[in-house]
């Protein structure tokens, strides 16, 4: 595709509930990054994905939260057991290069 | 630490009316700077890159300069349509990682 899309693009979850975001890069992109957006507040760095290797998961809140690229493609950012402070917008950006394109975002509300 | 920090938080402009924001940021090694633009309901869009101190980048009414210390967006006689958040990030000198460290933002706001 022309961009990088994300779905679902709102969540409504409840609390303990489990969540499954899916991003879809620019055809060729090699890195993938995850963010968290805040209201009101800049992208906070989560994890990412060189091909289908994680080599930085250092800004995961927690162990429930998991993301995976199994074929270097398609990701998909997991949180299990959901609380009310994973209540973001997530992000999902890919590159070539130094500039990372972003997709639109999905926004989760946990209940 | 690795630190990013834009001022004002918010700015309200008279459609022309010239100004700049600031973008303050301390990092051990700054692999480059950026400018993305961000309006309600969508993820930031890529504006500008800065690599070294004098770097100047134009884009429309929009210029970018870099100094060791800050970067500053300058935006000549806006219209209402440059009405967005303008992010600014960093990205260290880390080997095979190209995460980006944000500002929070200036929410710009033009009035016709």
């Known amino acids: 595709g022309a961009g990088v899309s994300q779905s679902p693009r709102y969540k409504v979850a409840k609390r303990g509930q489990d969540v499954a975001l899916r991003c879809d890069p620019i055809?060729?992109?090699?890195?993938l990054f995850w963010y968290q957006q805040a209201l009101g507040q800049g992208p906070e760095f989560l994890t990412y994905?060189?091909?289908?290797?994680?080599?930085?998961k250092s800004g995961l809140p927690s162990d429930r939260f998991f993301a995976e690229r199994p074929e270097g493609s398609v990701s998909t950012l997991k949180i299990q057991r959901t609380q009310q402070e994973d209540s973001a917008v997530y992000l999902c950006?890919?590159?070539?290069?130094?500039?990372?394109?972003f997709g639109p975002g999905t926004r989760l509300t946990v209940l | 630490e690795d630190q990013v920090t834009q001022s004002p938080e918010a700015l309200r402009l008279q459609e022309g009316e010239s100004s700049s924001l600031n973008c303050s940021y301390t990092?051990?090694?700054?692999?480059?700077l950026f400018w993305y633009r961000q309006d309600p309901g969508k993820g930031p869009e890529f504006l500008f890159t800065?690599?070294?101190?004098?770097e100047e980048k134009e884009k429309e009414r929009l210029k970018a300069t870099l100094t060791k210390k800050e970067s500053f967006l300058h935006i000549t006689a806006p219209k209402p349509e440059d009405s967005a958040t303008y992010l600014c990030?960093?990205?260290?000198?880390?080997?095979?990682?190209?995460?980006?460290?944000w500002g929070a933002g200036t929410k710009l706001i033009i009035k016709p």
């Open positions: 055809s060729g992109h090699v890195s």
């Open positions: 950006a890919t590159s070539t290069g130094p500039e990372q394109f």
């Open positions: 800065l690599y070294s101190a004098g």
């Open positions: 994905f060189q091909n289908e290797a994680q080599l930085d």
């Open positions: 990030a960093v990205q260290p000198w880390v080997d095979s990682n190209y995460q980006l460290i």
């Open positions: 990092v051990s090694g700054l692999r480059g």
